[in-house]
């Protein structure tokens, strides 16, 4: 008997062990299978790329190839964004999320599915697009990461979230999709995950960071007002081109002088904008900022600290109080993305078991902005993980390093990621999370 025990106990161990490996090369096999198809979808959305608000071809197409698979499509949630919902059994609730919108940026990359797009801004100006920040990436591994759970959906329990979501570049499309019911009307989910492309890292290669990951992000206009007049007697007015640059050189004190040193924080004026002529003083100049930070604690304290420096420097310029400064906060803002160290943890082992030595990658917090965030502030204090997928050859990498030259960063018209291995690494990696965090067959 004790010998039937040991030979059923070893022979379940074996059944086990092949049964995780038979996943993964099933896994791989229907991406590969996949890759060609993906490949024209990626051209195709990389060649039409649509800036924030106007997503809605792009949503169409999204929307539609969900409901080829088989997902419950829900469309303009949020302004033109996509909820699709497929229901296998009890189990999990897992979020994938993708971003929309490309940039109003010029294509120089001089690839044969290179954008020529342009389009109106809201302001009514003629704009190029593209996608130079891999927005298109990131769609086409959302569909093929679809394709391959439907295709494996006996191995899973659960319930799954696509969402296509709007405006990612304004830092409103998260904010509008759960303002408009994201987490009412369709499934709550228990996990939310998303990916990026880094135009840093090599191509097959998958990037993490643990805990706060990508920063507040917020934007101030300040309109400067001053009494303008003629060059050759500034006695008789007051300078606001003079005050700008006093107030310029004053809001970089507030970085190294208030904030507490562990504490990351940047302020920095993007744009400064006044007068016509040499010899005229103007009425008033527009300065832009962008701010950052990552606790809600410091990006406060920032905010308050410009609008007491800005009225302090004018005050000490004479200006009176109905011609002090306007400081205005724009509606734009964007909250840090903090990822769950636990989940960080939970899917990081999957992917060291179905991605060579080396190819896991750990990256420091960067200071630029993501709304996917959102997604974990709400009341229900989800869960979430953003991961970065390289996209650049390997080879592209080490030749930059040795040269001492920056690569083509993303919001750039140079940027191209390689589409393969990144796009079947991208997928391969999202199917392989949510194939962990799902409920087993």
């Keep these: 008997m004790k010998r039937i025990l040991v030979s059923l106990s070893f022979a379940c161990f074996v059944f086990l062990v092949p049964a995780a490996e038979r996943l993964q090369q099933a896994t791989r096999d229907r991406v590969a299978a996949e890759f060609p198809a993906l490949l024209d979808l990626y051209k195709n959305l990389h060649a039409h790329p649509e800036i924030s608000f106007q997503e809605a071809k792009t949503a169409k197409l999204l929307g539609d190839e969900m409901e080829k698979l088989g997902f419950t499509v829900t469309r303009n949630i949020g302004g033109h964004g996509v909820v699709a919902v497929f229901k296998n059994g009890a189990g999990p609730t897992v979020l994938i999320r993708t971003d929309l919108d490309a940039l109003p940026v010029k294509e120089a990359t001089g690839v044969p599915y290179a954008s020529k797009q342009t389009t ?76 990026h492309v880094a135009a840093d890292q090599p191509a097959g290669t998958i990037g993490y960071t643990s805990g706060f990951a990508m ?22 007015t007051k300078d606001p081109i003079v005050l700008s640059a006093q107030i310029i050189l004053a809001l970089q004190t507030i970085v190294s002088r208030e904030v507490a040193p562990q504490e990351p924080a940047v302020i920095t004026v993007g744009s ?155 997928v391969t990696a999202m199917s392989a999370a949510a194939l962990e965090l799902l409920g087993k067959k």
């Excluded at 920063?215 to 008789?236: E, I, L, Y």
């Excluded at 903090?338 to 943890?345: E, M, Q």
Aim: proline letters at 6%; hydrophobic letters at 40%.
């Design 272 to 426: 400064i904008h006044g007068g016509t002529k040499h010899n005229i003083i103007p009425d008033e100049v527009q300065m832009q900022l962008t701010l950052r930070s990552y606790t809600d604690t410091v990006r406060q304290q920032l905010i308050t600290a410009i609008r007491r420096v800005v009225r302090g420097q004018a005050l000490a310029a004479g200006l009176p109080e109905d011609r002090l400064p306007i400081v205005t906060l724009r509606d734009e803002h964007t909250p840090a993305t903090y990822n769950d160290p636990k989940l960080v943890g939970r899917v990081n082992e999957v992917f060291k078991k179905w991605f060579e030595e080396g190819a896991l990658i750990e990256r420091r917090p960067t200071m630029g902005g993501e709304d996917f965030g959102q997604f974990g502030r709400t009341e229900h204090k989800i869960p979430v993980y953003i991961f970065f997928l390289g996209a650049v050859t390997a080879e592209a990498v080490k030749s930059a390093q040795v040269a001492g030259r920056a690569l083509p960063s993303l919001h750039s018209g140079l940027f191209a990621p390689t589409p393969e291995p990144t796009i079947k690494t991208g």
């Design 120 to 195: 109106v801004d809201e302001t009514g100006k003629e704009v190029p697009t593209m996608h130079a920040c891999g927005h298109d990436v990131h769609m086409t591994c959302w569909v093929g990461t679809a394709r391959v759970l439907l295709a494996l959906r006996k191995e899973w329990t659960g319930t799954l979230v696509f969402i296509g979501q709007p405006a990612e570049e304004r830092g409103a499309g998260a904010r509008k999709m759960l303002a408009d019911g994201l987490f009412k009307k369709f499934p709550v989910p228990d996990y939310c995950l998303a990916l």
């Design 215 to 236: 920063a507040n992000v917020d934007s101030v206009d300040v309109t400067v007002r001053g009494v303008g007049g003629h060059g050759s007697q500034p006695q008789s």
